[in-house]
């Protein structure tokens, strides 16, 4: 019997689905059937985890999907902090009597963002078809650069800049590291701290305490099991023209406009 049988008819069918979600570092992969499944080489745990409708509309800002998970989900309360890395979900569909074990993807997207609501969690999956129907980004007319730090129109190798430093102790969001009172007050601000592989904004610098805007998943119990940690840390930028000179020599990418009048020069009629 053919997959596409089980598809006729609502009353018969019997659909599981499987859900992949893949930041390039350490990718999950979730079912939700109540046991565990191997499918197409892989393991997939069971998981609390349910979708709204699937559908496709021309409308461009109303293509996402929205991925429901119960509030104590430890693995999507990570969706709930920022994140350096996109995260791609692909979504396939199989029947439980298909001894074929077919599957058919019927969703591929990434997620854009995560709320919680009452005792859930939902997260916003964006199709991947709108990436290829989206306008550019325009260039933002501003003081400040309007690129992201080590990202593209920045343009810098983030491992150009890397110091390797040593994590002693995790106060909240609070690390001592040695390496960081090498540099001056602040030069890690905006900066990133990277633990093999997971990224991490720094919110404030200052000695040897690098103070985080979120946790970074696994450090702190890392530290607790092993005394210590090994990090790598990235100065930051306050996005003005001066700090992309003398630290970075990076002037030519410079995205702000520093010397825009203060007055608004389309605002003001002349008599």
Known sequence: MSYDAYETSVDTGSPYFLYLFDNGVTPERLTSEPEALTRVGESWTPSPVSHGDLEQTGD???????????????????FLTPAAAITTVTIWRGHRDDMTETLRVVWKGRAVGAKDRGNEIVVSVESVFTSMRRTGCRARYQRTC???LYFPGCDLDR??????GTVTSVDGLVLTIAAAAAAADGDYAAGIVNFGGVMGFVARHVGNQVTLL????????TVAA???ATVLLAPGCNLTR???????NNGLNFGGF????????FSISIV
């Open 159 to 164: 491992a150009a800049f890397e110091v390797a």
């Open 242 to 248: 001066s700090r992309c000179n003398s630290r970075f």
């Open 146 to 148: 309007r690129h992201a």
């Open 258 to 265: 520093d010397r825009m009048p203060d007055n608004n020069p």
């Open 214 to 221: 979120t946790a970074i998943a696994g450090l702190a119990e």
């Open 226 to 228: 092993n005394g210590s």
């Open 60 to 78: 461009i800002e109303k293509s996402s999907l929205d991925l429901t998970f119960p509030l104590s989900n430890s693995f999507a309360r990570t």
